[in-house]
């Protein structure tokens, strides 16, 4: 093969990984929208959404990546300990597994944090000013749109090289 077929060849390669790149990138963030509107709706992220999530990591596959349904290691153990059902749901723990798989191990955790930690402020500070304005009843939020906040910030993050 002369050297130029070679080089056009790699150079075609390159553009179709991109274009798979882009593809995974807007159905990542669809899905992802798709997940917080319906756990804020009705307080359940379908399984089907998650499938969703977890097959697109075909699309830009690494070895890397293999890992990344670790994350989920730490939802399932809160889970568990804390046994109540108005807790970190299934659903919580197998979007943490299924964006881990698309975002690999490092950047799953940091999505995670990043989502735990807006979630942290929210709840504080809607706790704060409910009970200012005398309401003491406790509500559920859903966990499911920070996670996917998290995750679309690192996925960003990672696609400009700034996290693995």
Same mark, same amino acid.
Not at 14 to 42: G, H, K, M, N, P
């Given at each position: 093969?002369?050297?130029?077929?070679?080089?056009?060849?790699?150079?075609?390669?390159?553009?179709?990984?991109?274009?798979?790149?882009?593809?995974?990138?807007?159905?990542?963030?669809?899905?992802?929208?798709?997940?917080?509107?319906?756990?804020?709706?009705?307080?359940?992220?379908?399984?089907?959404?998650?499938?969703?999530i977890a097959a697109l990591a075909? %699309?830009?596959? #690494?070895? /890397?990546?293999? +890992? @990344?349904?670790?994350?989920? $290691?730490?939802?399932?153990?809160? *889970? &568990?300990?804390?046994?109540?059902?108005?807790?970190?749901?299934?659903?919580?723990?197998? %979007?943490?597994? #299924?964006? /881990?798989?698309? +975002? @690999?191990?490092?950047?799953? $955790?940091?999505?995670?944090?990043? *989502? &735990?930690?807006?979630?942290?402020?929210?709840?504080?500070?809607?706790?704060?000013?409910?009970?200012?304005?005398?309401?003491?009843?406790?509500?559920?939020?859903?966990?499911?749109?920070?996670?996917?906040?998290?995750?679309?910030?690192?996925?960003?993050?990672?696609?400009?090289?700034?996290?693995?």
């Open positions: 093969m002369p050297a130029d077929a070679s080089a056009c060849l790699g150079e075609n390669i390159e553009a179709l990984w991109s274009v798979f790149q882009t593809v995974q990138a807007f159905l990542f963030f669809s899905l992802l929208l798709a997940v917080s509107v319906w756990d804020i709706r009705y307080r359940i992220i379908p399984d089907r959404l998650q499938a969703g075909i %699309l830009d596959f #690494s070895v /890397g990546n293999i +890992l @990344g349904p670790l994350c989920m $290691l730490p939802y399932l153990v809160i *889970g &568990l300990i804390s046994g109540k059902s108005d807790r970190i749901g299934g659903g919580d723990i197998k %979007l943490a597994g #299924s964006t /881990g798989l698309v +975002l @690999g191990l490092p950047a799953g $955790l940091a999505a995670s944090m990043m *989502g &735990l930690t807006i979630f942290a402020a929210y709840g504080s500070g809607l706790c704060i000013i409910k009970r200012f304005q005398g309401d003491e009843e406790k509500r559920a939020l859903p966990l499911g749109p920070f996670l996917a906040g998290g995750c679309i910030c690192t996925y960003y993050l990672k696609m400009k090289g700034w996290i693995y």
